[in-house]
C-alpha cells in the first residue's frame, strides 16, 4: 500500500488481503516490492503480476450488474429501439494496457463495481474505424458526407442516432497474467541494429478470457422514421468490427476478436422485455393491494382511536351509522346493537337505527313479522313515535 493516501491505506491494511473482491485492490494497489539488494531499501514494480482471485461476491455484483443493465434497457424500450448482440472471443481480451499504472501495463475496470468492462467510447471507436476504412477509403473527413455513417456515428456539427453501451466482461471470467517479450529493446530505442546479444525484456500484463459477451446498441423512436433501420444497420457494423478489426490492446497479436457474433434481440431481449412488463403488472396489483390493505389498517386505527374517545352513547350511535347493507350487518342491527339502544334508551341511536332499518326495508314490517314488529315498536316508543 506504498504511495496511497492515507485513508486508502487505513482502509485497506486491516483487510484480508486474499479476501477481498474488488479487483481495483489486486490490479492497482499493492505493486511493489522491497528490493533487499539495495542497502537503501528502495521499493521497486513487482516482476510479475500476483495471481487475480475472482470471488464470489465479485461474480454477485457482476450477475447484479448485468441485470442492472437489462432492467435499464427494457425501461428504455418504451422510448427506444434497441439491438442485443451476442458474441464470443476468439482469444483473450487486454483492454486499458496502456492506461496508467505503476507497472506501465494496465487493465479497464470498472471504478464502481470493480470488475472488467469495455467502455461505450471504446466500441464505438473500433465501429467508426472500421466504417472509414470500409466505406470511407480510410478518409475520416469523407464520413461527413456518408449518408447513413454520419447519421449513426454523427459528425462534428450532429450526434449520431445510435447509441453503444458498455460492454462487461464476466461470464465465466478468469484474469490471467500474460506475457510480451521485446527481443531487441535497442533497436525498437533507436540505439542498436537488431542484433542478437541483446537481452531479452519481458513485460507481464493481464488479460480477460471469457465465454461471451453481451453487445447492447440502442437509438431514439423519436430521432427519425429510419432510426430503427439504422440501429439494425449499426448493430450489423458492431458484429463486422468486432471479428474484423478486434478491440481493445495487441490485436495484431490475435486479442480482442469476435466470432459467433450474433442478433439475439428477437430471442433473447424481446422475451425479457414480456418477462418483466409481467412481472411489472404483478408487481403493481402486490402494491395496489398492500396499498389497500394499509389503508383499511390506517382507517381502522383511526376508528379505534375515535371510539377510545367516544362515549359509549356516541360509540353506539356511530356503529349504527357504518353499517352496510349486508345480512352479517342487519343481524348484528337486529341483535346487539338493537338491545344496547334499548338498554341506553339512547334516543339518537333510536334515531340512527330507524334510518338504518327504513334504508333495508325492516322499519315498515307487518305484525306477522312478530320479532322484528315488536322491535320497530320499542324504538318509536323510545322515540315518542304512534
Same mark, same amino acid.
Given at each position: 500500500?506504498?504511495?496511497?493516501?492515507?485513508?486508502? @491505506?487505513?482502509? %485497506?491494511?486491516?483487510?484480508?488481503?486474499?479476501?477481498?473482491?474488488?479487483? !481495483?485492490?489486486?490490479?492497482?494497489?499493492?505493486?511493489?516490492?522491497?528490493?533487499?539488494?539495495?542497502?537503501?531499501? @528502495?521499493?521497486?514494480?513487482?516482476?510479475? %503480476?500476483?495471481?487475480?482471485?475472482?470471488?464470489?461476491?465479485?461474480?454477485?455484483?457482476?450477475?447484479?450488474?448485468?441485470?442492472?443493465? +437489462?432492467?435499464?434497457?427494457?425501461?428504455?424500450?418504451?422510448?427506444?429501439?434497441?439491438?442485443?448482440? $451476442?458474441?464470443?472471443?476468439?482469444?483473450?481480451?487486454?483492454?486499458?494496457?496502456?492506461?496508467?499504472?505503476?507497472?506501465?501495463?494496465?487493465?479497464?475496470?470498472?471504478?464502481?463495481?470493480?470488475?472488467?468492462?469495455?467502455?461505450?467510447?471504446?466500441?464505438?471507436?473500433?465501429?467508426?474505424? !472500421? /466504417?472509414?476504412?470500409?466505406?470511407?477509403?480510410?478518409?475520416?473527413?469523407?464520413?461527413?458526407?456518408?449518408? +447513413?455513417?454520419?447519421?449513426?456515428?454523427?459528425?462534428?456539427?450532429?450526434?449520431?442516432?445510435?447509441? /453503444?453501451?458498455?460492454?462487461?466482461?464476466?461470464?465465466?471470467?478468469?484474469?490471467?497474467?500474460?506475457?510480451?517479450?521485446?527481443?531487441?529493446?535497442?533497436?525498437?530505442?533507436? #540505439?542498436?541494429?537488431?542484433?542478437?546479444?541483446?537481452?531479452?525484456?519481458?513485460?507481464?500484463?493481464?488479460?480477460?478470457?471469457?465465454?461471451?459477451?453481451?453487445?447492447?446498441?440502442?437509438?431514439?423512436?423519436?430521432?427519425?422514421?429510419?432510426?430503427?433501420?439504422?440501429? @439494425?444497420?449499426?448493430?450489423? !457494423?458492431?458484429?463486422?468490427?468486432?471479428?474484423?478489426?478486434?478491440?481493445?490492446?495487441?490485436?495484431?497479436?490475435?486479442?480482442?476478436?469476435?466470432?459467433?457474433?450474433?442478433?439475439?434481440?428477437?430471442?433473447?431481449?424481446?422475451?425479457?422485455?414480456?418477462?418483466?412488463?409481467?412481472?411489472?403488472? +404483478?408487481?403493481?396489483?402486490?402494491?395496489?393491494?398492500?396499498?389497500?390493505?394499509?389503508?383499511?389498517?390506517?382507517?381502522? $386505527?383511526?376508528?379505534?382511536?375515535?371510539?377510545?374517545?367516544?362515549?359509549?352513547?356516541?360509540?353506539?350511535?356511530?356503529?349504527?351509522? #357504518?353499517?352496510?347493507?349486508?345480512?352479517?350487518?342487519?343481524? @348484528?342491527?337486529?341483535?346487539?346493537?338493537?338491545?344496547?339502544?334499548?338498554?341506553?334508551?339512547?334516543?339518537?341511536?333510536?334515531?340512527?337505527?330507524?334510518?338504518? !332499518?327504513?334504508?333495508?326495508?325492516?322499519?315498515?314490517?307487518?305484525?306477522?313479522?312478530?320479532?322484528?314488529?315488536?322491535?320497530?315498536?320499542?324504538?318509536?316508543?323510545?322515540?315518542?313515535?304512534?
Amino acid at each position: 500500500m506504498l504511495f496511497h493516501p492515507i485513508d486508502t @491505506k487505513e482502509a %485497506f491494511n486491516p483487510a484480508n488481503k486474499s479476501e477481498i473482491a474488488h479487483l !481495483w485492490y489486486h490490479v492497482h494497489y499493492d505493486q511493489f516490492t522491497l528490493n533487499e539488494r539495495n542497502k537503501k531499501g @528502495k521499493y521497486v514494480p513487482k516482476k510479475e %503480476f500476483d495471481s487475480i482471485p475472482i470471488r464470489r461476491e465479485l461474480m454477485k455484483i457482476a450477475e447484479n450488474t448485468i441485470q442492472q443493465q +437489462k432492467r435499464a434497457l427494457v425501461d428504455l424500450s418504451s422510448y427506444y429501439h434497441i439491438r442485443q448482440l $451476442k458474441a464470443k472471443p476468439i482469444a483473450r481480451i487486454v483492454h486499458g494496457l496502456g492506461g496508467g499504472h505503476v507497472r506501465e501495463t494496465s487493465l479497464t475496470l470498472h471504478p464502481v463495481y470493480g470488475i472488467p468492462y469495455i467502455p461505450a467510447s471504446s466500441l464505438k471507436g473500433v465501429v467508426r474505424n !472500421w /466504417f472509414i476504412q470500409t466505406y470511407c477509403d480510410g478518409n475520416e473527413n469523407q464520413l461527413a458526407l456518408h449518408p +447513413k455513417g454520419s447519421l449513426v456515428l454523427g459528425t462534428q456539427e450532429q450526434r449520431g442516432m445510435v447509441q /453503444f453501451h458498455d460492454i462487461f466482461l464476466t461470464n465465466d471470467l478468469r484474469i490471467e497474467p500474460d506475457i510480451l517479450t521485446v527481443h531487441f529493446k535497442d533497436y525498437y530505442s533507436g #540505439r542498436k541494429a537488431a542484433t542478437d546479444d541483446q537481452r531479452p525484456n519481458p513485460v507481464t500484463f493481464l488479460s480477460v478470457t471469457v465465454s461471451d459477451v453481451d453487445i447492447y446498441v440502442t437509438s431514439n423512436k423519436y430521432d427519425d422514421s429510419s432510426s430503427e433501420e439504422l440501429l @439494425k444497420e449499426a448493430a450489423n !457494423w458492431t458484429a463486422q468490427a468486432l471479428s474484423e478489426l478486434g478491440i481493445g490492446s495487441k490485436t495484431s497479436s490475435g486479442y480482442g476478436y469476435f466470432t459467433n457474433i450474433e442478433d439475439v434481440t428477437e430471442t433473447e431481449f424481446l422475451p425479457y422485455v414480456e418477462m418483466r412488463k409481467l412481472e411489472r403488472e +404483478k408487481q403493481k396489483i402486490i402494491e395496489i393491494e398492500q396499498k389497500q390493505k394499509e389503508e383499511e389498517e390506517k382507517r381502522r $386505527k383511526e376508528e379505534e382511536s375515535r371510539l377510545a374517545e367516544m362515549s359509549d352513547e356516541e360509540r353506539l350511535v356511530f356503529l349504527i351509522e #357504518r353499517l352496510t347493507n349486508s345480512s352479517v350487518d342487519e343481524e @348484528k342491527s337486529k341483535t346487539e346493537l338493537y338491545n344496547e339502544v334499548i338498554e341506553q334508551k339512547n334516543q339518537q341511536a333510536a334515531q340512527a337505527l330507524k334510518a338504518y !332499518w327504513q334504508r333495508i326495508g325492516q322499519w315498515k314490517v307487518k305484525k306477522q313479522k312478530k320479532k322484528q314488529y315488536e322491535k320497530v315498536q320499542a324504538i318509536k316508543q323510545l322515540l315518542n313515535e304512534r
